[in-house]
C-alpha cells in the first residue's frame, strides 16, 4: 500500500537550517508530483511547495520563497524539504503530500514536528 | 491567499445527512473544478474523500459527494455513520498556481 514517512524535523534556533525528508513506497514516485503542507498549531493547513514529478518545476507559497527549497530523488524515491532562515511561524507539522495530474493531494504521510524556537 | 472558509463543527444523528460548506473566491473555487474534500481523525493521515468537486476515489463511500456553485463548494455526508467522525477540509486550486485550505470542520455523530 502507499505509505509516505516524514522525518527530519526537531526543535531549531530562528535563523538556523533543517532539512525533512519523505520517504515515499508502494506507488511510482517518478510519476507524480509532489507537495509540503504544513499545520501550525491551532491554525489550519497552508500549502508550502509543490515539485513536478521530474524536478523540472517548483512553486512556492509566499511565506517561504527564498527561503525553502523542494527537491527530489527519484532514485530514492524521497521528497526533501530545505529549510533555511527559520522563523518561529515556521513552526508547524510538515506533510509531504502525493499529487497526480490535477489539483488534489490523493496520499498525505502523517508529519514531521518542526520547532523555531530559542 | 486568503483561507477557505468553512464552519468550525457540524453535527447529525446516525442515518442524517449533514453538509459542509466551503467559501472561497473567485480566484478559487469560483474558477477552477480543482476543488478537493479531506477526512482526517485523530492521528492519522489526512485521506482524500472528494476530488475534481464530484469525483470520488476508490474505495471511498458513495455516501460522501460533492459540489460546487460559484465560490462555494459543499461536501455531503448522508446515511451519517459513528465513523464519520472526523475533521473535514477542503482545498482548492488558486490562480496564483498554489493551493488553499479550509480551516477545517469537526463533524460529530450525535
Known amino acids: 500500500q502507499v505509505q509516505l514517512v516524514e522525518s527530519g524535523g526537531g526543535v531549531v534556533q530562528p535563523g538556523r537550517s533543517l532539512r525533512l525528508s519523505c520517504a515515499a513506497s508502494g506507488f511510482t514516485f517518478s510519476n507524480y508530483g509532489m507537495h509540503w503542507v504544513r499545520q501550525a498549531p491551532g491554525k489550519g493547513l497552508e500549502w508550502v511547495a509543490l515539485i513536478s514529478y521530474d524536478g523540472s518545476n517548483e512553486n512556492y507559497a509566499d511565506s517561504v520563497k527564498g527561503r525553502f527549497t523542494i527537491s527530489r530523488d527519484n532514485s530514492r524515491n524521497t521528497l526533501y524539504l530545505q529549510m533555511n532562515s527559520l522563523r518561529a511561524e515556521d513552526t508547524a507539522v510538515y506533510h509531504c503530500?502525493?499529487?497526480?495530474?490535477?489539483?488534489?493531494?490523493?496520499?498525505w504521510g502523517q508529519g514531521t514536528l518542526v520547532t523555531v524556537s530559542s | 491567499q486568503s483561507a477557505l472558509t468553512q464552519p468550525a463543527s457540524v453535527s447529525g444523528s446516525p442515518g442524517q445527512s449533514i453538509t459542509i460548506s466551503c467559501t472561497g473566491t473567485?480566484?478559487?473555487?469560483?474558477?477552477?473544478?480543482?476543488v478537493s474534500w479531506y477526512q482526517r481523525h485523530p492521528g492519522k493521515a489526512p485521506k482524500l474523500m472528494i476530488y475534481d468537486v464530484v469525483k470520488r476515489p476508490s474505495g471511498v463511500s458513495n455516501r460522501f459527494s460533492g459540489s460546487k456553485s460559484g465560490n462555494t463548494a459543499s461536501l455531503t455526508i448522508s446515511g451519517l455513520q459513528a465513523e464519520d467522525e472526523a475533521d473535514y477540509f477542503c482545498s482548492s486550486y488558486t490562480s496564483s498556481s498554489t493551493w488553499v485550505f479550509g480551516g477545517g470542520t469537526k463533524v460529530t455523530v450525535l
Open positions: 473567485s480566484s478559487d473555487i469560483g474558477s477552477y473544478n480543482y
Open positions: 503530500a502525493s499529487s497526480p495530474a490535477g489539483g488534489h493531494f490523493d496520499y
